[in-house]
């Protein structure tokens, strides 16, 4: 019902953040605008700067991500399945009783739709707590150029 | 160290980590008391100060979701059954009834949820009843209190660590008295 294996690395709540969250931290972070010349060769502190900047906006993602995920009760997939279910079967559309019969028993999984909704806030727990181990080593690196 | 600034760090827009019951505006004034009680100075002492509060915020959600999702009076949604169910029903319907239900179910308004009940200890069993219901969710929500908990202690000693780092780097270097005798 979702992606791939990896799917959430590329697209999703664990993929790299826009490159102006980034900024915005990396600014809050030095306390200047860092030109762009520092950035293409940076020395030490701002590499360490730079790896924390992007660590923050990880984490923000990911803190984002887990807070949506508290709300879903439901697996917004299966849902769809089961508003196109009722429709055929409220406008008589499945003629075959078994086939009816098999329908509404499709319309009763609420089961597997809580496991799902369940499964993702189980996976938005874990990359923040991902994201937040990885912030707070690249914190402890960058203190070493504080 | 960057030159420090008086305004409060709010990196990035909160509102994009609250839920719908929680305001941005409470989120703001809840950090500029933890500013006032922590005294963070530059800006990675007040990201952790943020940092904190969202834990303290993560438990406080947390405990909330548990307490409705314990409440006795919720009704349990089985979205699917209902929609079998008022199939069926509509089924054995005469058209006549069919028509006058359909008009009446345009005229009802959604119904608003039920609050939790303070205090009445008869709850209880029907209370046992709805954990055991939901072992998987109330397990969710209980791991994620603690790893919220833990995520504050860390967040705090790491306060105190660049707090430390600070005050330590105020101090000037030490004379070597007497190395030359």
Same mark, same amino acid.
């Given at each position: 019902m979702t992606g791939g294996r990896g799917a959430q690395r590329r697209h999703g709540a664990q993929s790299r953040p826009p490159r102006e969250d980034i900024m915005v931290h990396l600014e809050r972070i030095l306390g200047v605008?860092? &030109?762009?010349?520092? %950035?293409?060769?940076?020395? $030490?502190?701002?590499?360490?700067?730079?790896?924390?900047?992007e660590c923050e906006a990880r984490l923000d993602r990911a803190h984002r991500h887990y807070a949506e995920a508290q709300g879903v009760n439901r697996h917004? &997939?299966?849902?769809? %399945?089961?508003?196109?279910? $009722?429709?055929l079967m409220y406008f008589n559309w499945i003629e075959d009783a078994a086939k009816r019969e098999a329908a509404a028993r499709v319309m009763r999984l609420e089961r597997l739709s809580t496991r799902y909704a369940n499964h993702g806030k189980r996976l938005a727990g874990r990359y923040?707590?991902?994201?937040?181990?990885?912030?707070?080593?690249?914190?402890?690196?960058?203190?070493?150029?504080? | 160290m960057p030159d420090d600034t008086e305004k409060l760090s709010r990196l990035p827009d909160p509102g994009r980590m609250l839920?719908?019951?929680?305001?941005?505006?409470?989120y703001d004034a809840l950090l500029s008391e933890y500013i006032q009680d922590l005294h963070p100075v530059g800006a990675l002492e007040r990201r952790q100060v943020e940092l904190i509060l969202r834990c303290d915020l993560d438990i406080d959600r947390q405990l909330r979701m548990i307490?409705?999702?314990?409440?006795?009076?919720?009704?349990?949604?089985?979205?699917?059954?209902?929609?079998?169910?008022?199939?069926?029903?509509?089924?054995?319907?005469h058209p006549s009834a069919l028509e006058k239900l359909d008009e009446e179910e345009g005229q009802i308004l959604p119904a608003e949820p039920p609050l939790p009940p303070e205090g009445d200890?008869?709850?209880?069993?029907?209370?046992?009843r709805r954990y055991a219901?939901?072992?998987?969710?109330?397990?969710?929500?209980?791991?994620?209190?603690?790893?919220?908990?833990?995520?504050?202690?860390?967040?705090?000693?790491?306060?105190?660590?660049?707090?430390?780092?600070?005050?330590?780097?105020?101090?000037?270097?030490a004379e070597v008295v007497g190395a030359g005798d």
């Open positions: 605008t860092p &030109d762009a010349v520092a %950035l293409l060769e940076p020395d $030490e502190a701002t590499a360490a700067a730079l790896h924390l900047a917004a &997939d299966l849902d769809h %399945l089961q508003d196109h279910l $009722e429709d923040l707590r991902e994201a937040q181990s990885r912030r707070d080593r690249a914190l402890e690196h960058y203190l070493a150029y504080y | 839920l719908a019951d929680e305001s941005a505006e409470a307490a409705q999702h314990l409440n006795p009076l919720a009704e349990e949604v089985n979205r699917g059954a209902e929609a079998v169910r008022d199939w069926l029903r509509r089924s054995l319907m200890g008869r709850l209880t069993p029907l209370i046992a219901q939901q072992r998987e969710l109330m397990a969710i929500h209980q791991r994620e209190v603690a790893a919220a908990e833990r995520r504050r202690r860390q967040a705090i000693e790491l306060l105190f660590k660049i707090q430390d780092r600070r005050a330590r780097g105020s101090v000037p270097d």
